[in-house]
Every structure is written in C-alpha cells, then in structure tokens.
C-alpha cells in the first residue's frame, strides 16, 4: 500500500490540513489506517478518492447498479451476440475513471483516451498484450465530460507500472483505479446506456487474441 505524509497528501488530495485533520475525526475507521513512522503520521494514498466529490459520486452511483448488475448480466448472458457479453468474457485487469480538471468535450476525451494508450503501446507494446474499452460520459453534477475504462495488461509484472504511468498521464485530472472483478457491476456501469449516443471505443493489440 503506498503511504503519503500529510505534505505529500496535502498536494494529492488539494486540501488543507484543517480539512484533512476534521476528516479522520470524523471517520475513526479511516483513521487507524494511517501509519506513524519514525514520529511523522502517514496517510494511504488510496484515501485521496475521499476528498474527491467527482469521484465518490460516480462511485455511489456504481454502488447503486451493482445491486442490477445480476439482472443485466442476465440478460447478456441470453443475448450472446451482444457487445456487452463479449466484452464481458474477456479479460480485464483494471477498471479506471478518469475525471478531467477542465470541461473537455467528447472529442476532446475520445482523443485523450487514445493518446494515453498509444503512449502506453510505445512504451509496452512488445513487452505485453494490452487492450482497453472505454466510454465518454457527461458529468451530472458539473459540465463537461469524464472517462470510464478498462484495461487488461498481460504482463502482470508491469501491471503497477503501467497504473503509475496512467495516473502520470493525467497528473492534472482525478483518476480512480481498482482491480477489475468482472462479478461486479464497472463493465456494464461503462455500458450502462447500450453504447448508444456516447462515445466509446475499444483498442489492443491483443484484440485477436480473444476467441470467446
């Protein structure tokens, strides 16, 4: 797990230590996840997605769909010719969000995605396989757009490597990252609306690799 000290954490999360301080008292169970080393208290660098109200939003809005997510699965299960149920049986290794600091368009967020690949392909590309499925959202509670991905990286030796480059590449944005688990609901939640009327795409160059 990496651990930040609360200067480190201050810059990550954009807040004050008055803020960060209030926070822990409020959540004790958080709060006794902290580290103290050598007399200087560190903070997990996963808890920055707490004092991101974009992120935990989208976050909450996942929670509600996971409790649907075994009728669509269902449903997708029965409709083998669907996108979703490929999508579905193939492998993932993270499932990203990606929430941009200034109002990008579609365009604009369809291009970031396919830049942030290609840099990942010419760096990587001959060490792994990689693919990725990605939908462009509208905010709810701002303007603008955000991304909502999936990646299977092969290699699983660069599997933290390649996280970090992501959330370099967007150094300026809020980026979310978990381990993909295809039993819950990240895959249809980036599908949620049929892959109609949004922007999406999907990319590899492992694609022919996947026969299911």
Not at 102 to 124: A, G, P, V
Not at 169 to 175: I, M, T
């Amino acid at each position: 797990m990496k651990i930040e000290n609360l200067k480190e954490f201050i810059k990550s999360t954009k807040k004050s230590k008055s803020t960060i301080v209030r926070f822990y008292k409020k959540n004790e169970d958080l709060f006794l996840k902290t580290e103290i080393k050598n007399g200087k208290r560190y903070y997990p660098k996963e808890h920055v997605r707490y004092f991101d109200s974009e992120i935990l939003h989208d976050e909450n809005k996942l929670l509600r769909l996971e409790n649907q997510s075994m009728k669509n699965l269902i449903d997708c299960l029965v409709d083998k010719d669907s996108l979703q149920y490929r999508l579905w049986q193939m492998d993932w290794s993270f499932f990203f969000t990606v929430a941009y600091k200034t109002d990008r368009n579609k365009k604009s967020c369809f291009r970031q995605m396919h830049s942030m690949y290609e840099m990942l392909i010419s760096k990587y590309g001959d060490e792994t396989g990689m693919k990725m499925f990605f939908t462009t959202e509208a905010f709810s509670n701002r303007t603008g757009y955000h991304n909502h991905f999936v990646l299977h990286v092969e290699n699983k030796k660069l599997h933290q490597q390649i996280v970090e480059e992501i959330q370099s590449y967007f150094s300026y944005d809020r980026v979310d990252c978990g381990v993909y688990d295809k039993y819950k609901a990240g895959l249809f939640y980036a599908s949620k609306e049929g892959l109609v009327n949004e922007d999406w795409d999907i990319i590899g160059n492992n694609l022919g690799d996947d026969t299911n």
